[in-house]
């Protein structure tokens, strides 16, 4: 088997490896091949290219190639069947996850969507704050932030989250995010899935799948995940707040992605 994790918008793949390797490990054991690619304009991936390379489908595609060609052999028939692929993905991981699963990019068996944040519309409320950054990133570098804290969009996340302001803040400091600033402009413009239909075709291929969700985060609101749970037809997981603390959100998710992973 083979997991492959995917990280959020504007992080890199140190994300999910720190929060799911030691999980992966756990339950699969130390022959699972964990696979964590950094996204277009994230982490190693240095390029950043034109608007179009930004979209969904197109990034579901890149990921895959840096997974091992083992796996691109088994789903097209020739490869050993046992070679099947675990999805996680956080946030805009978990509709790059879904986009692979629902494209049938990788021979996925079960995937986890961690706090999905992008639904069947192109630039929802909750992610309108990304465009800002970007644009003041572009216009200003690092220093928009002073600016941004004055705008209204941000201090109403950050008076009902401060983990959440801090989030926001924090891609401000990524490593190069002026140069890499069209990603928070042109990403949070994707639609995850065209309707609730699309999101039963995955239940439909026999792809198991989990759906994690957090009270109190304006930018991956619990609605949203109950939506993703409903339309798949499969189990919504609720982790703490992340303003409860970070590491007891981190536990929490933990232990509940290692206990579905062990029914399996």
Do not use: K
């Given at each position: 088997?083979?997991?492959?994790?995917?990280?959020?918008?504007?992080?890199?793949?140190?994300?999910?490896?720190?929060?799911?390797?030691?999980?992966?490990?756990?339950?699969?054991?130390?022959?699972?091949?964990?696979?964590?690619?950094?996204?277009?304009?994230?982490?190693?991936?240095?390029?950043?290219?034109?608007?179009?390379?930004?979209?969904?489908?197109?990034?579901?595609?890149?990921?895959?190639?840096?997974?091992?060609?083992?796996?691109?052999?088994?789903?097209?028939?020739?490869?050993?069947?046992?070679?099947?692929?675990?999805?996680?993905?956080?946030?805009?991981?978990?509709?790059?996850?879904?986009?692979?699963?629902?494209?049938?990019?990788?021979?996925?068996?079960?995937?986890?969507?961690?706090?999905?944040?992008?639904?069947?519309?192109?630039?929802?409320?909750?992610?309108?704050?990304?465009?800002?950054?970007?644009?003041?990133?572009?216009?200003?570098?690092?220093?928009?932030?002073?600016?941004?804290?004055?705008?209204?969009?941000?201090?109403?996340?950050?008076?009902?989250?401060?983990?959440?302001?801090?989030?926001?803040?924090?891609?401000?400091?990524?490593?190069?995010?002026?140069?890499?600033?069209?990603?928070?402009?042109?990403?949070?413009?994707?639609?995850?899935?065209?309707?609730?239909?699309?999101?039963?075709?995955?239940?439909?291929?026999?792809?198991?799948?989990?759906?994690?969700?957090?009270?109190?985060?304006?930018?991956?609101?619990?609605?949203?995940?109950?939506?993703?749970?409903?339309?798949?037809?499969?189990?919504?997981?609720?982790?703490?707040?992340?303003?409860?603390?970070?590491?007891?959100?981190?536990?929490?998710?933990?232990?509940?992605?290692?206990?579905w992973l062990q029914r399996d």
């Open positions: 088997m083979t997991t492959v994790l995917l990280h959020g918008l504007g992080s890199d793949r140190r994300q999910p490896l720190g929060i799911f390797e030691p999980v992966v490990q756990a339950v699969s054991g130390p022959d699972e091949l964990i696979v964590a690619p950094d996204v277009r304009a994230h982490g190693g991936f240095l390029a950043v290219g034109e608007p179009g390379d930004f979209h969904l489908d197109r990034l579901a595609a890149e990921v895959c190639e840096q997974v091992p060609a083992s796996l691109v052999e088994a789903h097209a028939g020739h490869g050993d069947p046992d070679d099947a692929v675990t999805l996680i993905g956080i946030s805009m991981g978990a509709a790059l996850a879904l986009r692979i699963a629902l494209l049938g990019l990788l021979p996925v068996r079960r995937a986890v969507f961690v706090r999905p944040a992008f639904d069947d519309r192109s630039l929802p409320e909750n992610l309108r704050p990304f465009p800002v950054i970007g644009q003041l990133l572009a216009d200003a570098g690092p220093a928009g932030a002073d600016e941004f804290q004055e705008r209204a969009i941000y201090r109403e996340i950050a008076s009902a989250t401060p983990a959440g302001g801090r989030a926001l803040l924090a891609q401000f400091q990524a490593p190069d995010a002026a140069r890499r600033s069209m990603r928070l402009v042109e990403i949070p413009r994707n639609r995850a899935f065209a309707d609730d239909a699309e999101l039963e075709e995955l239940t439909a291929r026999g792809i198991r799948s989990l759906v994690v969700g957090a009270p109190r985060d304006p930018v991956h609101p619990f609605g949203i995940a109950e939506r993703w749970a409903g339309g798949l037809h499969t189990m919504l997981e609720l982790v703490p707040a992340r303003d409860d603390g970070q590491a007891q959100q981190t536990s929490v998710l933990r232990e509940r992605v290692a206990r």
